[in-house]
């Protein structure tokens, strides 16, 4: 929690050399003994007060056990806040999850979804993919960013799916990640949400908000989802990995999070590094946790927020 300097309290009188207390316009009487300690204790609560401003305490270490038992506290804490914690790309196959997964890359999913229905349309299938004509399929992609760079991995991972797995996305994680373009991260968030196999999805939301809750330390994502998937059951990787995703986007943002407004404030650590006046942090929300549309275009019945506009609509 950061600091803030606290008002130094009122002095009281301050005793004399002789012990008796100071006043002004009249005539000193001598102070009492019980008069004498609370002056001298009150000094010294003065003291105390404005050391305590300057000098943060120290925290506590906090064992493994501890650490884990926090963890999973504020797992249950998000998925009471996010019961509709979903994957915010639209698709309708693993196919479609998969290409959606990777245009995702240095971009928001919202500008994703926004661009995937008229690639979809022209490709529906992996065949249809690999035959793409480059400069056609750069065209369509191209407000996803890095556009060549994406459909050089499109082209690749739709002729390796079409000649070497039947036209079919497959559901191990050795396989996807020999996909042109598919890392760890894509083939868990596939694995997770298309063929229901647990996953750990460690994006840039995600390993932000664990180091900030204190879980690991660690920078590399692959570490990073090995320290997590020992703390956590197989069977909330998936979930685990939303609910963090969606807090991430909607309150512990990156560089000013809504401390004030986070529902796991007192169990965060880091509490403090953003704005903790509720009224200000109230104004930081994103999406549907501040009243705005959220980054699908067709979201799951149950999300509470507003569809996102289609591309060009605003």
Request: hydrophobic share 40%; proline share 10%; glycine share 8%.
């Amino acid at each position: 929690m950061s600091s803030s300097s606290s008002p130094t309290p009122a002095q009281p009188a301050q005793p004399g050399k002789s012990g008796k207390s100071v006043t002004s316009g009249k005539k000193a009487r001598p102070a009492t003994a019980r008069e004498a300690a609370a002056t001298t204790a009150a000094t010294a609560r003065t003291a105390a007060v404005a050391k305590a401003a300057t000098v943060r305490k120290a925290p506590k270490a906090e064992s493994h056990l501890a650490m884990v038992r926090r963890a999973r506290r504020i797992n249950r804490e998000l998925a009471e806040v996010y019961p509709y914690a979903h994957p915010e790309l639209d698709f309708r196959n693993p196919f479609e999850l998969l290409v959606a997964t990777v245009l995702s890359a240095q971009t928001t999913d919202l500008r994703v979804n926004q661009t995937t229905p008229a690639l979809f349309a022209a490709y529906p299938t992996p065949e249809d993919m690999a035959a793409a004509v480059p400069e056609e399929m750069e065209e369509i992609i191209r407000p996803t960013g890095f556009f060549r760079a994406k459909t050089k991995s499109l082209l690749g991972l739709s002729a390796a799916l079409r000649d070497e797995f039947g036209g079919e996305v497959p559901g191990r994680l050795e396989d996807l990640v020999k996909l042109p373009g598919v890392g760890r991260k894509t083939a868990n968030v596939v694995l997770g949400n298309a063929f229901g196999v647990p996953g750990i999805t460690v994006d840039t939301h995600f390993g932000r908000l664990v180091r900030r809750w204190k879980w690991t330390d660690e920078e590399d994502p692959v570490k990073v989802e090995a320290v997590v998937a020992g703390i956590f059951p197989k069977s909330e990787w998936t979930m685990l990995s939303h609910r963090v995703v969606f807090h991430g986007r909607r309150i512990c943002h990156a560089r000013k999070p809504a401390c004030g407004a986070c529902p796991i404030a007192p169990l965060c650590p880091s509490y403090g590094e953003g704005e903790t006046d509720p009224e200000k942090a109230g104004k930081l929300l994103k999406y549907e946790m501040g009243g705005y549309p959220g980054q699908r275009l067709s979201p799951p019945a149950d999300y509470p927020g507003k569809p996102a506009p289609a591309l060009g609509a605003g």
